[in-house]
């Protein structure tokens, strides 16, 4: 099955610096990878996602990059602001039974400080 | 569209209570999942619909949980008898597979926070 390491743990920066969180999978057939970020007390929402298609995607201050050889894609954020602070998940889709399964990274919790 | 519908928000209950959570998936949504979310753990798969059948348990960690999904829009996740180690979040989330491909629309409720004392 699919096994997703998503690293740091946590991460710590000063408002207006980047942010990179990195995620490894290990299931070369995964061709969608979805990244989510959970405020305090909140739900986990969907900011952006990347199929195995494109190497990389953009949407304002975020990206996504893939690399499907190395398995691994990572989430950037450039000008980082405190309400960035949150926690955020990586994800891989395994198959079971002809259906996806999100196998989730463990999260990262950003913290921005203003 | 309301989204992912969870209820209750929050339960307290005692120790060797029955608990039941609600769940209402987005319509023409053909998966749902049910997660719990602690932070030791993190977002656990407990169990998985797809077309209103179970397709996989294994993340439900034991015999006092179970769960239904009786029609398209209704899912319920029971805990009988509940411990304090139960304590946790517990998201359901729904997706359509197949159309956009795999997780398309996949979608989080907002949650049931459990508490058992």
């Known amino acids: 099955g699919e096994n997703v390491e998503q690293h740091p743990s946590t991460l710590s920066v000063q408002e207006g610096d980047s942010a990179v969180i990195k995620c490894t999978y290990s299931?070369?057939?995964?061709?969608?990878f979805p990244w989510y970020k959970q405020e305090l007390g909140k739900r986990p929402q969907l900011i952006i996602d990347?199929?195995?298609?494109?190497g990389e995607k953009k949407d304002q201050r975020i990206a996504v990059t893939l690399n499907k050889t190395a398995k691994h894609f990572s989430l950037h954020i450039t000008e980082t602001q405190p309400e960035d602070s949150a926690v955020y998940f990586c994800?891989?889709?395994?198959?079971?039974?002809?259906?996806?399964?999100?196998?989730f990274g463990r999260g990262t919790s950003l913290i921005v400080h203003p | 569209d309301a989204g992912v519908i969870q209820s209750p928000r929050h339960e307290v209950t005692e120790m060797g209570q029955e608990v039941t959570l609600r769940c209402k998936p987005i319509?023409?949504?053909?998966?749902l999942f049910w997660y719990r979310q602690t932070m030791m753990r993190g977002l656990e798969l407990l169990i998985y619909?797809?077309?209103?059948?179970?397709?996989?348990d294994s993340g439900m960690p034991e015999d006092r949980f179970s769960a239904k999904m009786p029609n398209a829009s209704f899912s319920t996740l029971k805990i009988q008898p509940s411990e304090p180690r139960d304590s946790a979040v517990y998201f359901c989330?729904?997706?359509?597979?197949?159309?956009?491909?795999?997780?398309?629309?996949?979608?989080f409720g907002s949650g049931t926070r459990l508490t058992v004392v």
């Open positions: 990347i199929r195995s298609n494109v």
């Open positions: 619909f797809n077309n209103n059948v179970p397709i996989d």
């Open positions: 299931d070369s057939a995964s061709n969608y």
């Open positions: 989330a729904s997706s359509l597979d197949g159309q956009g491909g795999p997780n398309y629309g996949y979608t």
């Open positions: 319509s023409g949504h053909n998966s």
């Open positions: 994800a891989a889709p395994r198959q079971s039974g002809g259906s996806y399964i999100p196998t």
